[in-house]
């Protein structure tokens, strides 16, 4: 059975501190493919990553950057001098070579406060 | 480029009655898959369309429906409304459908209250 957990529920920052927010799977697939998505107060879902299952090197986009380590089935994000622009619910997705359906995490809210 | 359109973005019906939700997705995507989300089940699967034929289907109950026209838009039906669907119903779409990890991208959502 495949299966994203989002342990941290709601997480609280404030300003310019960086943040990681947890992501776990679980598949017996060896291809699948792992994202994550911002969802502001509008509703909608926001494309943040997609990681394929053989491309373990991590990635850095602005203040952003995620860490996927298949030894430990985990897909982390980070967040570096968080902004109030930040606050949102974040998600964590896995899809699994053949299956047509995203598994989503629980999610987790994040708020930065100023 | 415009991105995924939903309508209506708010509504309220009452129980026993049904909805139609509709999607426009991304100019040049064949696919549309829609999700319900609520704060106590989170994002669940509903149906995936691709080409206008169904391709996937989450666990809901028959109530739920949905269909794609050639333009690739499409809409979803709810009938005979519970309290319990009352949620965010979000649309999203992509080139060639959510198999071999294709990226989806959503619409704003419509809120859906039942009373």
């Known amino acids: 059975a495949q299966k994203v957990t989002q342990a941290q529920t709601e997480i609280s920052v404030v300003e310019k501190e960086d943040v990681t927010l947890d992501c776990v799977y679980e598949t017996r697939d060896t291809t699948y493919y792992l994202f994550w998505y911002k969802q502001p107060p509008s509703g909608e879902l926001v494309f943040l990553i997609r990681r394929n299952s053989f491309d373990e090197q991590n990635e850095i986009s602005g203040r952003y950057s995620w860490n996927f380590q298949k030894s430990t089935s985990s897909f982390n994000f980070t967040i570096t001098a968080s902004q109030v622009v930040d606050s949102a619910v974040y998600f964590c997705a896995l899809v699994t070579s053949g299956t047509y359906k995203y598994i989503f995490g629980t999610g987790t809210r994040l708020k930065v406060l100023a | 480029k415009a991105g995924v359109t939903q309508t209506p973005r708010y509504l309220i019906k009452t129980r026993g009655q049904q909805v139609t939700l509709s999607c426009s997705p991304i100019s040049g995507h064949r696919s549309v898959s829609w999700y319900q989300q609520t704060p106590g089940q989170g994002l669940q699967f509903l149906f995936e369309?691709?080409?206008?034929?169904?391709?996937n289907k989450g666990n809901f109950p028959g109530r739920f429906s949905g269909r794609q026209f050639s333009n690739s838009r499409s809409e979803m039906n709810v009938s005979t409304l519970e309290l319990g669907d009352s949620a965010l119903y979000l649309c999203a779409s992509s080139l060639a459908g959510t198999g071999f990890g294709n990226t989806i991208y959503f619409g704003e959502g419509s809120w859906l209250t039942v009373v």
């Open positions: 369309y691709f080409s206008e034929t169904q391709r």
